[in-house]
């Protein structure tokens, strides 16, 4: 299969990108911000000043993240972040814009809706949905994190889930528990969709397809599933090869818009990503890509990145075609890197780690135009020498 050569990107250089919170970090994901910043209102101002508010806005991101100590008297809190990251100034907010503690129950994982529904976290023993509202007053809006008053049913009592996610258009939610049991729920209605109890030893990671048809779970162990949503059935188990442990699963899309499975894997030579077939749910094929082994993994939206955080800290972005490294960040992080997530353009990279730290990681295109200048510049006096060696000879007038 023939696919055009893919432009190459790098790590736009950044100093204010790094900040750190005060708690271990253990989830993180972008909030769709323009559901956050409606459009301004435009009363008496001119068309101009509406259209700088909205180009304002519309710079502004923001991401929640989830952790802290735990049960114990560490004296660590346990809290749900909402942090702003600013693209204009290029810069991480220093103190959260919200923070929402949750006593002595850690948030471990998340969910965030794709359609603004708000954030759901999961807790020892159930999870809850929180919601994004704005403050205002006369001279400031200020966003904030607030527990909705929606009560999640089918995620009461249900012991801690390892994974949770919602499918494109926000119309199931599946979650993974540490007891093996998976679950797909309609969303906003709580009707189930999909129960399957002991599908795993312990479900560590769910993805849905980008159609929403098939989600993929996997364990701590054992081979990885795939679910026909509708049917309720596993269509196929696809396994390991050797001494390959799978960690994460990741539907995307390929250049040529077909859909395609990632798995990251350890093994014995470092961390591999696995490509499958969704089609014929074959092994394509599966690379080596770090020696270290692979702690966080994500896909990016457009579907031409991949990235791999370790447990020493790194985090690398591969073409998600060949599959080549194309950037490396050495020591994001001090400690391993435990959540990655692309900004819905693709343009930025959140990751956070036990350290407490959360970084934000700029991407661009590389720029090809200075060395096509250059080799005008050449081939212009190339031509002025070829020119001149003519008329010397009296071959040109």
């Not at 049960?71 to 702003?84: D, H, K, T």
């Not at 809706?113 to 759901?120: A, Q, S, W």
């Not at 023993?125 to 994004?132: A, D, E, G, H, R």
């Not at 510049?377 to 007038?397: E, K, R, W």
Request: aromatic share 8%.
């Amino acid at each position: 299969m023939f696919e055009m050569p893919r432009k190459k990107i790098r790590i736009v250089p950044l100093t204010r990108n790094f900040q750190k919170y005060g708690l271990p970090l253990y989830a993180a994901a972008w909030v769709w911000y323009k559901l956050l910043d409606p459009d301004p209102d435009p009363g008496p101002s001119t068309s101009d000043e509406v259209s700088n508010a909205k180009s304002k806005s519309a710079q502004k991101s923001y991401i929640v993240l989830a952790g802290g100590g735990g049960e114990g008297r560490s004296g660590i809190p346990n809290a749900v972040l909402l942090v702003e990251f600013d693209f204009t100034a290029k810069s991480l907010s220093n103190l959260p814009v919200s923070k929402f503690v949750t006593a002595s129950d850690l948030p471990y994982r998340m969910a965030v809706h794709p359609r603004g529904d708000g954030v759901v976290c999961s807790f020892p023993k159930s999870c809850k949905l929180y919601v994004i509202d704005e403050e205002k007053s006369e001279e400031i809006k200020k966003l904030v994190l607030n527990l909705s008053d929606k009560v999640l049913t089918r995620l009461e009592d249900v012991g801690q889930q390892l994974a949770l996610k919602f499918n494109n258009e926000g119309s199931a939610l599946a979650a993974g528990g540490e007891d093996g049991n998976l679950k797909v729920i309609e969303w906003p209605s709580m009707e189930v969709i999909l129960d399957k109890a002991g599908a795993h030893k312990s479900v560590k990671d769910v993805d849905f397809s980008p159609d929403g048809k098939y989600l993929v779970s996997l364990g701590n162990s054992g081979p990885a599933k795939v679910w026909d949503v509708t049917s309720k059935i596993a269509v196929t188990s696809l396994s390991k090869e050797n001494d390959e442990v799978f960690c994460f699963c990741r539907f995307s899309e390929s250049n040529d818009m077909n859909q395609v499975l990632y798995i990251a894997a350890v093994t014995g030579k470092g961390g591999s990503i696995v490509t499958w077939d969704t089609k014929t749910w074959k092994r394509m094929g599966s690379k080596t890509v770090v020696r270290d082994t692979i702690s966080a993994f994500s896909v990016s939206p457009d579907g031409k990145l991949l990235a791999c955080g370790t447990t020493q800290g790194d985090i690398f972005i591969l073409n998600s075609s060949s599959k080549q490294v194309q950037t490396i960040v050495r020591k994001a992080h001090l400690g391993f890197v435990t959540a990655l997530s692309f900004a819905h353009d693709s343009r930025a990279l959140a990751s956070i780690s036990l350290d407490s730290s959360a970084r934000v990681t700029l991407f661009e295109e590389e720029d090809k135009t200075g060395g096509l200048s250059l080799w005008a510049i050449v081939l212009v006096l190339l031509l002025a020498v070829v020119v001149y060696f003519m008329m010397s000879q009296g071959i040109l007038s």
